[in-house]
């Protein structure tokens, strides 16, 4: 898989990190989630790196701290693997992507 990176939001030249891939997703590597493998935390800001015309295809839970909690297929390919920096505090994940629809018009109800 090939990676094309797309932004980061460091503290201290540390990451998350988000990348679209060759395949049309896109592997976002944040914090562990302890005992969840296919978890990862990203702070809200990472989100500003999405491609225009494109959503994460998954859902985001809001931790109430500034970040979100997001579910993906781990990468575990060597190669892949081999064109991150990835620290022991953090793993990565292949997430789909969506079209981004908007919804316009009033809300009746």
Do not use: N
């Not at 500003?48 to 979100?68: A, I, M, N, P, W």
């Not at 390919?77 to 953090?90: K, N, R, S, Y």
């Amino acid at each position: 898989m090939q990676l094309m990176f797309l932004g980061k939001e460091t503290q201290g030249g540390g990451s998350p990190a988000l990348y679209a891939t060759d395949r049309g997703t896109y592997v976002v590597q944040g914090w562990k989630v302890s005992g969840h493998a296919t978890r990862v935390e990203i702070p809200h800001r990472l989100l500003g790196h999405v491609e225009k015309g494109k959503c994460l295809d998954t859902r985001l839970d809001d931790t109430g701290r500034g970040s979100f909690i997001l579910s993906g297929e781990p990468v575990t390919d060597a190669e892949t693997l081999a064109q991150l920096d990835i620290p022991g505090h953090e793993t990565c994940v292949e997430i789909p992507t969506s079209k981004e629809v908007w919804v316009s018009g009033a809300a009746t109800g």
